[in-house]
């Protein structure tokens, strides 16, 4: 497990150092406005092997309606596809069953050496007894699932890149005219990572209680405390996430103290309206029978919530377009501007976490 990790960690950084991003940025801003060009020259070598590069040609072509590269490209990722296939059906039909037994006696043996003293329930807790057991049988439950626990190290990996690479980015050297849009490409990535980190833990969470559900609508614990623990355990991590990369996320363009207090605020309504809309559209969409977390986050209703989710970005993305358009024009502090921004996605936050709020509970409530 651990080489594995290592392996694929150490691709992630070749990648991420071999086609350097901001490099890529600022080569194609050199075309401004004529950005709708082909750029394949300014790809690096090692993309031209890679599935998304051949998934973007499909795209491009397709919109220039040249059908022959479409199609070379649809064949070259088609034949990759059942390649991979045929090598990890021989891999499994070899390996599958001695794995399978192997991995029960160490999930075993894991289990009864390193329980955590704060897991178990005779120990005493400064929670409500209702609350402290809904937290411990919660956190047994996520790390007894492999599936849970390994996604979210890979996700955590992922963010740790990805404030590296802001660390190290320095755009306040680029045009002026170019730097609000360049703020606003990071701005939409970082919304959209957190909105994949909701759909994929957040979204689960009321599906999760799956069969034994019952057990719970039968017992004198108030659903609306179960909601509410349920969102606490969701939020608070999602929100150090979102004010980490939000504070990161200015030192490409000098780590302006105007510009980082703002995205302080409208991180803080990011996490609260996506955690609302994934704990209460994955209410909505609860299904107690299915005990794989990736498949509940693969499903309609989550990929409804994404949807939705990148609509909001384009909500967020203009409330704050047009202050941090400004400043970067006039490198000046407008306090209208600022201010209109925060209260529009104050509005926003609200008016999307209240009635999403309302559905997920309403959800938990309906017949089981």
Same mark, same amino acid.
Not at 26 to 47: C, G, N, R
């Given at each position: 497990?651990?080489?594995?990790?290592?392996?694929?960690?150490?691709?992630?950084?070749?990648?991420?150092?071999?086609?350097?991003?901001?490099?890529?940025?600022?080569?194609?801003?050199?075309?401004?406005?004529?950005?709708?060009?082909?750029?394949?020259?300014?790809?690096?070598?090692?993309?031209?092997?890679?599935?998304?590069?051949?998934?973007?040609?499909?795209?491009?072509?397709?919109?220039?309606?040249?059908?022959?590269?479409?199609?070379?490209?649809?064949?070259?990722?088609?034949?990759?596809?059942?390649?991979?296939?045929?090598?990890?059906?021989?891999?499994?039909?070899?390996?599958?069953?001695?794995?399978?037994?192997?991995?029960?006696?160490?999930?075993?043996?894991?289990?009864?050496?390193?329980?955590?003293?704060?897991?178990?329930?005779?120990?005493?807790?400064?929670?409500?007894?209702?609350?402290?057991?809904?937290?411990?049988?919660?956190?047994?439950?996520?790390?007894?699932?492999?599936?849970?626990?390994?996604?979210?190290?890979?996700?955590?990996?992922?963010?740790?890149?990805?404030?590296?690479?802001?660390?190290?980015?320095?755009?306040?050297?680029?045009? =002026?005219? &170019? +730097?609000? @849009?360049?703020?606003? %490409? *990071? $701005?939409?990535?970082? /919304? #959209?990572?957190?909105?994949?980190?909701?759909?994929?833990?957040?979204?689960?969470?009321?599906?999760?209680?799956?069969?034994?559900?019952?057990?719970?609508?039968?017992?004198?614990?108030?659903?609306?405390?179960?909601?509410?623990?349920?969102?606490?355990?969701?939020?608070?991590?999602?929100?150090?996430?979102?004010?980490?990369?939000?504070?990161?996320?200015?030192?490409?363009?000098?780590?302006?103290?105007?510009?980082?207090?703002?995205?302080?605020?409208?991180?803080?309504?990011?996490?609260?309206?996506?955690?609302?809309?994934?704990?209460?559209?994955?209410?909505?969409?609860?299904?107690?029978?299915?005990?794989?977390?990736?498949?509940?986050?693969?499903?309609?209703?989550?990929?409804? =919530?994404? &949807? +939705?989710? @990148?609509?909001?970005? %384009? *909500? $967020?993305?203009?409330? /704050? #377009?047009?202050?941090?358009?400004?400043?970067?024009?006039?490198?000046?502090?407008?306090?209208?501007?600022?201010?209109?921004?925060?209260?529009?996605?104050?509005?926003?936050?609200?008016?999307?976490?209240?009635?999403?709020?309302?559905?997920?509970?309403?959800?938990?409530?309906?017949?089981?």
């Amino acid at each position: 497990m651990f080489l594995a990790g290592l392996t694929y960690a150490v691709c992630i950084y070749l990648y991420f150092k071999s086609t350097n991003p901001t490099k890529l940025f600022t080569e194609v801003m050199k075309y401004y406005p004529y950005i709708d060009q082909y750029f394949a020259q300014l790809d690096p070598s090692l993309a031209l092997y890679l599935p998304n590069h051949w998934v973007a040609e499909i795209f491009y072509f397709s919109v220039r309606e040249n059908s022959e590269m479409v199609l070379k490209y649809f064949l070259i990722l088609i034949s990759a596809t059942i390649g991979m296939l045929l090598i990890n059906f021989s891999v499994a039909r070899k390996l599958y069953f001695e794995t399978l037994f192997i991995a029960f006696d160490l999930k075993n043996k894991f289990r009864k050496k390193f329980e955590p003293e704060f897991l178990k329930f005779e120990k005493k807790s400064i929670f409500h007894p209702q609350i402290e057991v809904l937290m411990k049988r919660d956190l047994k439950m996520f790390l007894r699932e492999p599936s849970q626990w390994v996604h979210f190290l890979i996700m955590v990996l992922l963010v740790l890149i990805f404030i590296w690479s802001l660390i190290n980015m320095r755009l306040y050297r680029v045009e =002026t005219q &170019l +730097l609000s @849009l360049a703020f606003a %490409s *990071i $701005f939409s990535f970082n /919304i #959209f990572l957190i909105a994949s980190i909701v759909i994929r833990f957040v979204y689960p969470l009321i599906s999760l209680e799956g069969m034994g559900y019952w057990t719970i609508r039968s017992s004198p614990v108030k659903l609306t405390r179960l909601y509410i623990h349920k969102f606490i355990i969701s939020f608070f991590p999602i929100l150090i996430v979102s004010e980490a990369i939000s504070y990161f996320s200015v030192f490409p363009f000098g780590k302006d103290r105007n510009i980082g207090l703002l995205m302080a605020i409208i991180s803080l309504f990011i996490a609260l309206t996506y955690v609302s809309l994934g704990l209460g559209m994955g209410g909505y969409f609860a299904n107690y029978t299915e005990k794989s977390p990736v498949r509940i986050a693969s499903s309609r209703g989550a990929t409804i =919530t994404l &949807l +939705l989710g @990148l609509v909001l970005i %384009s *909500i $967020f993305m203009g409330i /704050i #377009f047009v202050p941090i358009t400004f400043y970067f024009q006039s490198l000046k502090f407008n306090t209208e501007f600022f201010t209109s921004a925060i209260l529009g996605a104050l509005f926003t936050s609200i008016a999307i976490s209240v009635p999403f709020n309302l559905l997920g509970l309403k959800s938990m409530k309906r017949d089981f």
